[in-house]
């Protein structure tokens, strides 16, 4: 089984306005190509109520940074009292949503997420000390790229969201 090591936990960004959520999920994933993760959609839900919808999407981004450690993206946006608007900008009508959405990010860097090295105790025992001595400044640096990755992925798309603000 993989170690998982927290980067990040939980960092939000709330937003209140206009936005579409084609855009915002375009921008996620043209953010992720370009610096070599992907991200895959594990699950869309939407509940309509008479105060507006409820959406919810998680997304899980990786990217293999060696044969032995990978950067993990876990993300939800979670939109709530959502309603389908019609507006006219320059000239030409969009319809976008207005409500409420919460995006929550975590970042993981995970280690021997393929499992070789817990085959016998004597393999995990020499992982261990692996990690703990030889591995440790890589690791430490995959940490600090994964971190700025996450928050350059939030400036992102907070930056995003500030777009539709009138």
């Not at 999920?25 to 190509?33: R, S, Y």
């Not at 319809?95 to 860097?109: N, R, Y």
Request: net charge neutral; with cysteine; charged share 35%.
């Amino acid at each position: 089984m993989a170690e998982r090591d927290q980067v990040i936990d939980g960092e939000r960004i709330t937003y209140e306005g206009f936005f579409s959520f084609a855009e915002l999920i375009k921008i996620l994933k043209e953010w992720g190509g370009a610096k070599g993760y992907f991200f895959l959609e594990k699950s869309a839900t939407e509940n309509v109520k008479p105060d507006g919808k409820y959406v919810e999407y998680k997304f899980a981004g990786s990217k293999k940074v060696s044969d032995y450690a990978k950067c993990v993206l876990p993300l939800r946006i979670i939109g709530s009292g959502i309603k389908e608007k019609e507006l006219e900008k320059d000239g030409r009508k969009q319809l976008l949503s207005e409500g409420k959405v919460q995006i929550v990010l975590d970042a993981f860097l995970e280690t021997d997420y393929e499992g070789q090295w817990e085959s016998k105790p004597l393999y995990y025992m020499i992982r261990t000390l692996w990690d703990k001595h030889i591995y440790k400044p890589f690791l430490s640096g995959f940490r600090e790229d994964l971190k700025q990755d996450a928050v350059q992925l939030k400036q992102e798309l907070k930056a995003f969201l500030n777009l539709y603000k009138y």
